[in-house]
Each structure stands twice: as structure tokens, then as C-alpha cells.
């Protein structure tokens, strides 16, 4: 822990330099009601509006824009689940280059015909049976392609950062950010911002209880690997933290909660009934532990990332509904 951190606030600074007027600047939503709910001052940092409908897409295009001339020209590689393959795809149509992004056979449709209509090429794993790193870097190899990984990539990570940084660019000082976890990327580039504007700010993150591998990790000072979740959050359905982002996310969070699938669920309907939004179920996890009344003891005021809101109409209905 002594070592230099593999990304610094200086680094999330650029890349929202290099964002600027290509990513969405995404409102800050604040309401009475979730506010007296929750017993505190909330402020609702709502990526599910940033474009592909997710966050990654300050990271994806942060990392491939810094490609040469020469890598772009190859193309780029990726695996992801949903969002980040979108990102990917969007970025590379973007700096005029193509993409070949190796998915789960069971990701979400709507997620997967977002990829494929962004121009990248869809290569499919099971991934309750095979690594999909091993078999990204084996096909970005083959192919000739920039591997562009989804959160373990200091370009990617000080993008995902920018969030961060423009909600505390809004709200000012904040006792709290809440920030779902998945490989840690967005929470790592998160706390980067947060903690060099006020160093006091608890950074709590928030995983599914049936995907704690980064709780695990963080509990036990190294990193832990776990089955493959099985859980609503796909985006946070993975068994081990990043190599990077748990560097970053052991100096820099504070604390990880965890929430069930049907607090994710009631999350995602309070969200659509009372902020009128659409929130995937990993985009609702740090809302969901506010909702659910964590962390404990209340900060005054509080910064959450609704991280995405990429569900097809009938999942939404379909979780919501029951």
C-alpha cells in the first residue's frame, strides 16, 4: 500500500478533459420524498442517461481514444456482460474503427442487440464455465485487436471517475457517495475523485449479498474469488475483484454493503414510480441500500450513482411486477 496508485486525481481530471462534449455531463436528480425516506439530503448522480444508457462509456471511450493510430486502425477487443461491450462499440464507431466484443451466451437481449447495433461483432461464452479474461486476451491476440478490459485499466478506471467528480462538481461537499460495485472500476475512480476533493467523505460501495467478492476481499486484505453470482445484477456478476481496482479500493473505501435481490427490485420500482426512471438492477444497488435504510449511521448528505438503465421493457416488467 505504499507503492505510487495506479490512477491519480490528475488522471480523472484529464480524462474528463478528454470527455468533455463526447460523454453526457448526466443531471444530478434530488426529491422530498427519497429524502425523507432515506432521513438525508440525496443526490442522485443518474448515468442510466449517459450515453449507453451507462457509465462505461466515460471509461471505454477514455482508454480507446488514447489508442494510436496504428491500434485503431487493427480494431478493438472487449468482454463484458452488457454495458461495457455497448461502451466499447460505441466508442470504436466513434474514433472509426471496429470492435469484437465476447459476451455471456445468457446476457441480457436488450444488451446484446445494443452491441451489435453499434457495429461490433458479438462472440459469445458460457460464463458459469469459462474465463472470460483468458478467452479475451486469447482472442484479442489472435485477431490483433487493443484489449479494452472492462474496470482493471487505469484509462478506463479515471474515466469511470468523471462521474464522481461532476456530481461533487455540482452538489459541492458531501458526507457520503455511494457507488455500486461490480470488478471496481467505477467505485475505484470514484473514491480517486472524491477523496482529493474532501478527503472526510465516506465511500461506501454496494454489491448484491449473492456477488460480495470485493466485501470478501476488502475483509480479508487480498483478493478473493467466489463462484460466479447468480443474481438480478448481471452487471455485478462476477467472481473476483479487479487487480487494480482492489489496489485503489483498499486505500480508498471506507466500507461495502450488501443488498438481496428484492431490495434491488423495490429499488428499481421506487426509482421508476417516485423519480420517474428506468434503473437496470445493477444501476439500483446503491439506491437500494439507502432505501433499505445502510449505511448506518445516517450522513447528513449524501451522494448516490444510479450507474445505468439498460432493461428491456419486459425484464422491467417482469422483476417490478412481482
Not at 33 to 39: C, E, F, K, T, Y
Not at 161 to 185: N, R
Amino acid at each position: 500500500m505504499t507503492a505510487a496508485p495506479p490512477v491519480t486525481f490528475v488522471d480523472v481530471r484529464d480524462a474528463a478533459a478528454r470527455l468533455d462534449g463526447v460523454a453526457h455531463r448526466t443531471p444530478v436528480l434530488t426529491s422530498r420524498a427519497l429524502d425523507a425516506l432515506v432521513g438525508a439530503e440525496t443526490f442522485v448522480k443518474c448515468e442510466n442517461f449517459q450515453r449507453v444508457g451507462a457509465f462505461k462509456f466515460r471509461g471505454a471511450y477514455n482508454a480507446a481514444s488514447r489508442l494510436s493510430a496504428g491500434q485503431l486502425a487493427k480494431g478493438i477487443a472487449a468482454y463484458s456482460s452488457g454495458n461495457h461491450a455497448q461502451a466499447v462499440a460505441l466508442a470504436a464507431r466513434e474514433l472509426g474503427t471496429t470492435a469484437v466484443v465476447l459476451m455471456p451466451e445468457d446476457a441480457p437481449r436488450a444488451k446484446r442487440e445494443a452491441t451489435a447495433g453499434y457495429g461490433a461483432e458479438i462472440v459469445t461464452y458460457d460464463r458459469y464455465t469459462q474465463d472470460r479474461t483468458a478467452l479475451g486476451e486469447a482472442l484479442a491476440e489472435e485477431r490483433g485487436l487493443a484489449l479494452i478490459p472492462p474496470y482493471d485499466h487505469p484509462h478506463v478506471i479515471a474515466g469511470q471517475g468523471t462521474a464522481a467528480l461532476e456530481l461533487l462538481e455540482e452538489t459541492g461537499p458531501l458526507d457520503a457517495l455511494v457507488v455500486p460495485v461490480g470488478g471496481g472500476g467505477l467505485i475505484a475512480g470514484s473514491a480517486t475523485a472524491a477523496k482529493a476533493l474532501h478527503p472526510g467523505i465516506q465511500v461506501i460501495g454496494v454489491e448484491p449479498e449473492a456477488g460480495d467478492d470485493t466485501k470478501r476481499s476488502l475483509d480479508s486484505g487480498a483478493r478473493v474469488t467466489i463462484p460466479v453470482p447468480r443474481t438480478i445484477a448481471d452487471g455485478q456478476a462476477l467472481p473476483t475483484p479487479g487487480e487494480l481496482t482492489f489496489s485503489l479500493n483498499r486505500r480508498l473505501v471506507d466500507a461495502i454493503t450488501l443488498v438481496s435481490d428484492d431490495e434491488i427490485v423495490a429499488a428499481m420500482r421506487f426509482a421508476f414510480e417516485r423519480l420517474k426512471i428506468v434503473l437496470e438492477p445493477s444501476g439500483a444497488t446503491a439506491l437500494a441500500a439507502l432505501l433499505a435504510g445502510r449505511p448506518e449511521p445516517r450522513p447528513r448528505r449524501i451522494g448516490v450513482i444510479a450507474s445505468g438503465g439498460n432493461v428491456d421493457a419486459g425484464r422491467f416488467a417482469e422483476l417490478i411486477g412481482r
